[in-house]
């Protein structure tokens, strides 16, 4: 089984997606599931969480202040959009 660790740059990136209210305080889980993608150097984020992740309002949010944050954003996206169906 591979594990993805959760380094200080993780947390890190996670609060400061929180911070700049690009997700709502309460979603820190989901702060953490897309720093450790970040990080981790993936290149797709997929998700169901169309409240928080996959949202069009918010993606933009996150992807910026990824960017600013000086790593480079994954295609965040669903299955059904990744397939194209």
């Not at 947390?11 to 990080?39: F, G, M, R, T, W």
């Not at 984020?45 to 996959?54: D, E, G, K, P, Q």
């Amino acid at each position: 089984m591979l594990e993805i660790e959760i380094t200080d740059d993780v947390v890190e990136l996670a609060q400061n997606l929180l911070e700049n209210n690009c997700l709502p305080s309460k979603a820190v889980e989901d702060s953490i599931h897309i720093a450790i993608a970040v990080l981790h150097t993936m290149d797709y984020l997929l998700t169901w969480n169309c409240s928080h992740i996959a949202n069009a309002k918010m993606r933009p949010l996150i992807e910026k202040i990824i960017i600013e944050s000086g790593y480079i954003s994954p295609i965040i996206c669903t299955p059904e959009e990744l397939i194209g169906e």
